[in-house]
């Protein structure tokens, strides 16, 4: 079956850095999508990777490796306004996400 | 208005009851997408409707009927549902292209008693 996985929840300190990973097993591989979602709000679109690397957007960067299934977001200069939950998707071979679970991280001052 | 709205953000209902969620997308898309998501659970696709036409169905059982009149808008009907129907449901839309980037509304919480 198709799976993604990343931590339940981690916890980082304001003004450090932190690494959300996300590994996936999928039925095809066309991409993969970060979002951050609020409690009580919408999930809102970071970042799409395709191809293996690094793409970094401010203080938020993402990187994928195909190869591996393997991708992770990082966040530098973390604010609490950064406290939220990260959710890794993964476009499959017809195109539709596939979603993991989802990374609560808690920002503490 | 912008982005994606929806209404009610929060519903209280029987199980006998009838009620529907409104969706509406300001943004211009032509995709369409109903989400369930439950506490510490990936999200549960439900609806796909691309140009008004439903392009899957993801064994959602009948108690839930999606309707979309038109590219702006998408609502799911609900009636005889259980409590373990219970959860946020988003609705989001996206341009239907295969690498398709979804915008997301607020939700709607859903408890059913």
């Known amino acids: 079956g198709q799976n993604i996985d990343q931590p339940t929840e981690m916890t980082a300190t304001e003004g450090a850095i932190v690494q959300i990973n996300c590994t996936y097993q999928?039925?095809?591989?066309?991409?993969l999508f970060w979002y951050q979602q609020h409690a009580g709000e919408a999930p809102t679109f970071l970042s799409y990777?395709?191809l293996d690397g690094l793409e970094e957007k401010g203080r938020f960067s993402s990187f994928l490796s195909r190869s591996k299934g393997y991708s992770y977001l990082l966040l530098k200069e973390l604010q609490m306004k950064d406290s939220a939950s990260y959710l890794c998707?993964?476009?499959?071979?017809?195109?539709?996400?596939?979603w993991g679970a989802g990374t609560k991280l808690i920002i503490k001052p | 208005e912008t982005g994606v709205t929806q209404t009610p953000r929060h519903l209280v209902m029987g199980m006998t009851n009838k009620k529907s969620l409104k969706c509406e997308q300001h943004?211009?898309?032509?995709?369409m997408y109903w989400y369930k998501q439950s506490a510490k659970k990936p999200l549960e696709l439900m609806f796909v409707?691309?140009?008004?036409?439903?392009?899957e169905n993801n064994s959602v059982p009948s108690r839930f009927s999606p309707e979309c009149p038109n590219s702006s808008h998408l609502f799911l009907h609900l009636h005889t549902l259980q409590p373990e129907d219970s959860a946020l449901y988003l609705c989001?839309?996206?341009?239907?292209?295969?690498?398709?980037?979804?915008?997301f509304g607020p939700g709607t919480r859903l408890t059913v008693l």
């Open positions: 990777n395709v």
């Open positions: 943004l211009g898309h032509n995709a």
């Open positions: 999928t039925s095809g591989f066309n991409g």
């Open positions: 409707y691309n140009f008004k036409e439903q392009t």
């Open positions: 989001a839309s996206g341009s239907g292209g295969e690498t398709d980037t979804q915008y």
């Open positions: 998707a993964v476009s499959d071979s017809n195109y539709q996400l596939i």
